[in-house]
Antibody, heavy 115, light 108 residues
Framework: QVQLQESGPGLVKPSQTLSLTCTVS??????????WSWIRQPPGKGLEWIGY???????FYNPSLRSRVTISRDTSKNQFSLRLSSVTAADTAVYYC???????WGQGTTVTVSS | EIVMTQSPATLSVSPGGRATLSCRAS??????LAWYQQKAGQAPRLLIY???TRATGIPARFSGSGSGTEFTLTISSLQSEDFAVYYC??????????FGGGTKVEIK
């Protein structure tokens, strides 16, 4: 079955760019009419959808984050990535990658923004 | 953006008891509504999609109902492993996906 695994630095300095990668196994990110999302959860809070990249490579971002977010993919590695620029402490969260609206999730990775 | 509102924020239920969780959408989402369970330190797990269809491997004690703007998740006989936080999510008018604020089901 499809599995997702997030990876990336756990600590990012304020004003810098957060970069995470999601590696997908058990299925191709460029087929199957699927959408590959990033979702985050600040400590003790609820879930916020960040954006997706589709099987065809199209992207869509949450309007609240659009100016700072880029989602891209590397089909040769079956990975998709998140870049969030100009981070602040408010971006501290567990970041999840997920398929479609959430039928499959990665385990999540904690990112702390601190100097 | 569709706003999802869950109630109550916390629900105290005895083991073996029945839990009823509510979710309201700010506009009609038809039956494009999912429920997730999240335990501490874990990713959310899909329980229900299409408002009432159980995801693969989800026990029959979990049931969903509703359409339009009002939805309910019922857990008929709470087991110890069911004490967790539950989120609703709409996917009718997406992107963006939007989630409710969650209901914590705790042991009474």
């Amino acid at each position: 079955q499809v599995q997702l695994q997030e990876s990336g630095p756990g600590l990012v300095k304020p004003s810098q760019t957060l970069s995470l990668t999601c590696t997908v196994s058990g299925g191709s990110i460029s087929s199957g009419d699927h959408y590959w999302s990033w979702i985050r959860q600040p400590p003790g809070k609820g879930l916020e959808w960040i954006g997706y990249i589709s099987y065809s490579g199209s992207t869509f971002y949450n309007p609240s984050l659009r100016s700072r977010v880029t989602i891209s993919r590397d089909t040769s590695k079956n990975q998709f990535s998140l870049r969030l620029s100009s981070v602040t402490a408010a971006d501290t969260a567990v970041y999840y990658c997920a398929r479609n609206v959430g039928d499959v999730w990665g385990q999540g990775t904690t990112v702390t923004v601190s100097s | 953006e569709i706003v999802m509102t869950q109630s109550p924020a916390t629900l105290s239920v005895s083991p073996g008891g029945r839990a009823t969780l509510s979710c309201r959408a700010s506009q009609n989402v038809r039956n494009n509504l999912a429920w997730y369970q999240q335990k501490a330190g874990q990713a959310p797990r899909l329980l229900i999609y299409g408002a009432s269809t159980r995801a693969t491997g989800i026990p029959a004690r979990f049931s969903g109902s509703g359409s339009g703007t009002e939805f309910t998740l019922t857990i008929s006989s709470l087991q110890s492993e069911d004490f967790a936080v539950y989120y609703c999510q709409q996917y009718d008018n997406w992107p963006p996906l939007t989630f409710g604020g969650g209901t914590k089901v705790e042991i009474k």
